[in-house]
């Protein structure tokens, strides 16, 4: 078991029993970057094609969608050496189930969304600029099956974010509003 301060978790007094600050920092940091991609993502379609405001809006989205890309690729990595304390004991054994399945599909989800987006445009044969500072060249052959497949896999995705966050906001208010246990406060980004 992970030892803090020479205890063993278990022992821990229950204001030590939340998430890093470092693992706190990032998912507030993605729970922003996610309501700013989506608005810009739903936005595009509004723009009128040809015009500079849909190339800005495009501009924005894609840049977010690769800043969200690094920063999971950092979150991964810290998730895997800062595995977080124990769910409470309270929990039944499918709530916990049904948590790490959320979780895990929100990760995944953080992950493909980004790497559809780019292989869209990379298999069109377009390199993707992040935020005009620099761009990342295409690094796939040109396959414009696999580029409409990736806009398919892209559009039908969101969808899937939207299913995931909503159960994910759901459950935390239930923590929060009806059971009152510690769920909520072990992500909350200041201790109190
Ligand atoms: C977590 C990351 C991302 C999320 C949650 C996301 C979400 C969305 C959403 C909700 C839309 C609107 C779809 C519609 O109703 O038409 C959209 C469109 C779009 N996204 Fe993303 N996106 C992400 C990353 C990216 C990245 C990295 C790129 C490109 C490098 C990209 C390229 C596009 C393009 C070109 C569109 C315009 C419509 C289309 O071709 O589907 N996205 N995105
Ligand atoms: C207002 C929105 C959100 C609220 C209130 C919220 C709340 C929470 C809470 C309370 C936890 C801790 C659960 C536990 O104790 O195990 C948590 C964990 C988590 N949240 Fe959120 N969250 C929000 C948005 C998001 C978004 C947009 C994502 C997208 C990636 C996300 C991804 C995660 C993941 C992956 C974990 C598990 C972390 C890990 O074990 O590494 N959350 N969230």
């Known amino acids: 078991m992970k030892e803090v301060l020479g205890m063993s978790s ?5 204001e030590l029993a939340c998430y890093d600050p470092v693992a706190r920092g990032i998912h507030w940091q993605i729970a922003a970057l996610a309501l700013i991609i989506v608005s810009l993502g739903l936005a595009i379609p ?4 040809n015009t500079a405001s849909r190339d800005l809006l495009m501009l924005l989205h894609r840049s977010v969608g690769l800043l969200i890309l690094l920063v999971m690729l950092f979150r991964a990595v810290w998730r895997m050496s800062h595995p977080p304390p124990p769910l409470p004991p309270t929990m039944r054994r ?12 929100l990760y995944l989800m953080f992950f493909a969304m980004p790497l559809a987006g780019y292989v869209n445009a990379a298999a069109a044969g377009h390199s993707v600029s992040f935020f005009g500072l620099f761009s990342i060249p295409p690094l796939l ?6 580029s409409q497949l990736a806009v398919a896999a ?13 159960a994910h906001v759901a459950a935390g208010l239930m923590h929060r509003l009806i059971r009152r246990d510690e769920v909520w406060g072990r992500m909350l980004p200041v201790r109190r």
């Open 94 to 105: 499918i709530e916990v189930a049904l948590a790490h399945a959320t979780h895990w599909g």
């Open 46 to 49: 509004e723009a009128p094609r």
């Open 154 to 166: 892209h559009q039908v995705g969101q969808f899937v974010v939207y299913g995931l966050v909503a």
């Open 141 to 146: 052959p040109e396959n414009q099956k696999l």
């Open 10 to 14: 278990a022992q821990m007094p229950s």
